[in-house]
């Protein structure tokens, strides 16, 4: 090897065994992805994300619980004074202000994820004989969070309302969650 | 090397403390290596990365997977059908399990043509046996897990064998099985092992490295480096070789995976275990059949047995059973002769273990056994007192195999220059 | 070293093929090797094909076989729409509960749900067919050996016995069947069903479409797979010839010495 040629010899070298290295990063990089996409919600899981809910035997002033990607939904039929408790609320000195048109898509229905927002626990208040809190909605036992009739947030730890989950209403009676 | 080691400030700060870059830089950078080193010395580092692919695919596979035998088989099909990217992570582990004995084999029988089991290299040849011992119990285990029919039955034969043991057979077995057939505690007990044991062989992988690097790779002429010119430094010479044999080993790896994920597998562990029905052919994974033949070949129980661990404890004892002070089989005619013969053999020995043990293949399986522990116990014994070596060559810069010493002088000469 | 290199080579294929060939040491049976579009390694599934292989899974399997792994949703795969899958999974009745009285009930199928089995359990299964459990088709073409021309051989192998054969009571006799007595009845006859699509219902056709959709349920992942695998082939071949012209040129040196 004579000192002439050098250069040119190293610049081939260089980009050869650049490109070798480099493309030897991307395919154990490549090969990284579906050890880290096996974690991602499998088909299965994804196939649940969404739950059809049949309304018509729902009779107003009851609520069902129904799961939705694992969580507690809660459903209930309102009656007309628990309505006009909702609506009727000023949004002054609420922690979290929404109107209650905000937060239902048919006023008859109301629809919450069933997850404290405060630490996660299942408030009461679906069953008749439940404590329902001093707001007549739901009552986290956890912690004491009060839930009013449209699930906002009216006293205790809690930061937010009562999550609202996506939904739709497929006829007047059957509703699509997720 | 003068005294600021490293060009980063911050590598030399650590390495003060913890010398990890200049151990990293010994054993892998500067590591010298004879320069003579042909592909079958690919496999070693082929082993180790398959090891490491086997064991961060298993992990993966582990957090989808079900170790109860309502849940098993439909589990794998859930990683195989649902989980993102699941059939390719079970594809890659399955065959990657036969492809890691593949490349182990090769590297056993190299090591048997090159002599590189003799001293002083025998604990490292020793290690290297535990290995596959580990293996053969890991792959063992974790053929069980999809909790197939194959699984099924193969984990009760092979459970079986112990069995074969005088007076306490019955009870060891019960005990493997935690129960009077295989069942759910035996599936619990063979995930933890199965997750476990590859960080085991990890462990006794580690020691058969620190003792490669004691006295470094044999090589194919056999004979020890005798100075720095006989020798290149590991990095980038050798880097660079086992990247070259990764990526040719990668592309058949990958065509097994992707177009004929289940050549090696078995049709029927695709059907779930049931206790109460044995498929009409059983046959283990191809690289059990040799010792499953010499099982078979031995018309005792426990005979069979001892045959069968006997053909690995013979790889134990083996550096003190050939006693010939030459390595490498190019300078042993007699004794490359009898290695092919011995390569056959194993051949035979897996060819048969996958007949019928019926009619000529007993016959067969016979003489094959019998001739896979002559070989061991007497020819390498015997073949030094027989055997006119040929004449080793002065050092590994000047192979010239004639060894006719006007062409090392030549050598030498040109060397200087 | 050339010689012995030759022979490693042998010996790596070798051991590769024994699988195979103890495989095949067995069985005497051959089954006529119906070239499928999915056997290559650019194989697709023939959709039309498999869809109307459903219709005959549906249609005339389906009273006997279950399919536990698949779900209606997998049938996207073959070219349903969502509307579709939906309107399929309804014309099935699932059994589900507990409801909140602790009861069982049934209800019309989601695409989210695996298809309907025909039996509640295996004994029921055993018990209703006189003793022969009729196998679980999800896996089916991967749990025989040759499964696709074995499925399709089988479905077209009942023929008359040969006259000294006495086939008992309750079996049939199948050519293509190891032992050629089965306890299924042929299943599949001219115009036994309506195709969709209005194609001819022969036998032949009917075996071979249900047998493209059997494949496709064995192996839903085989088109992602083969595709991918021509991409990571193709990138590997690149990476080894860069590979291995770096390494020829970092060897250079050593090599130019000897």
Known sequence: MTKKNIPEDKNKRDFLQVSTYALGAVGAASFVWPLINQMNPAAD???????????????????????WRGKPVFIRHRTKEEIASAKDQLLDGLRDPQTDEER??????????????????VPLGQKSGDVKGEYGGWFCPCHGSHYDHSGRIRKGPAPTNLEIPQYSFLSDTLIKIG | MSKPKFKNPVVNWIDYRLPIFTFMNHELNEYPTPKNLNYFWNFGSLAGITLVIMIVTGIV??????????????????????????????????????????????????GLYYGSYKAPREILWILGVLILLLMMATAFMGYV??????????????????SAIPFIGESIVTWLWGGFSVDNPTLNRFFSLHFVLPFVIVGVVILHLVALHRFGSNNPIG?????????????????????????VFATIFAAAVFFFPNFMGHPDNYIPANPMVTPAHIVPEWYFLPFYAILRAIPDKLGGVLFMFGAIMVLFVLPWLDKSSVRSSQFRPLYKLFFWFLVIDCIALGYLGAMPAEGIYVVLSRLATAYYFFHFLII????????????????????????????????AMREKK | MRFSKLVIYFFILLNFFLGKIALSAGKVIEYPDKNWSFSNIFGT?????????????????????????????????????????????????ITDGPNDDGEFFTRPGRPSDRFASPYPNKKAAIAANGGAYPPDLSLII??????????????????????????????????????????????????GIEYLDGTKASPDQMATDVTTFLAWASEPELEERKQLGITVVLFLIVFSILSYFSMRQIWAPIKNKN
């Open chain 2, 145 to 162: 897990l999809p909790w197939g029919q194959m699984s099924f039955w193969g984990a009760t034969v092979i459970t079986n064998l112990f």
């Open chain 3, 142 to 191: 991967k749990a025989r050996p040759n499964g696709a021309n074995y499925l399709h051989a089988l479905l077209s192998g009942y023929v008359e016995p040969p006259k000294n054969m006495k086939v008992p009571e309750g079996m049939y006799y199948n050519k293509f069947y190891s032992g050629n007595l089965i306890a299924m009845p042929q299943p599949l006859y001219e115009d």
């Open chain 1, 45 to 67: 899981t994804l196939a649940l994300a969404s739950t059809e809910v049949d309304l018509e035997q729902l009779e107003e002033g009851q609520a069902i619980t129904v799961t």
């Open chain 1, 104 to 121: 239902v898509q048919n006023e008859k229905y109301i629809v919450l994820v069933g997850v404290c927002t405060h630490l996660g626990c």
């Open chain 2, 380 to 411: 390498l014994p015997l073949l030094p007192k027989i055997e006119s070596t040929r004449p080793l060559p002065v050092s590994i810069s000047t192979p010239i195999i004639t060894a006719s010493s006007n062409a090392s002088t030549v050598m």
């Open chain 2, 61 to 110: 596979l582990s957090m989808n997977y079900t170790a109860h035998i309502d849940y098993a088989f439909d589990s794998v099909e859930r990683i195989m059908r649902d989980v993102n990217h699941g059939w390719l992570l079970r594809y890659i582990h399955m065959n990657g399990a036969s492809f890691f004995f593949i490349v182990v084999y090769i590297h056993i029988f190299r």
């Open chain 3, 45 to 93: 599934f023939d959709k039309a094909s498999a869809q109307r292989g459903f219709q005959v899974y549906k249609e005339v399997c389906a009273g006997c076989h279950g399919m536990r792994l698949i779900s209606y949703r997998n049938l996207a795969a073959l070219g349903y729409n969502q509307d579709e899958l939906k309107a399929i999974a309804s014309q099935f009745e």
């Open chain 2, 223 to 247: 004979i020890d480096v005798k100075g720095k010119q006989d020798t290149v430094p590991f990095h980038p010479y050798y880097t660079i070789k086992d990247l070259f044999g990764l990526s």
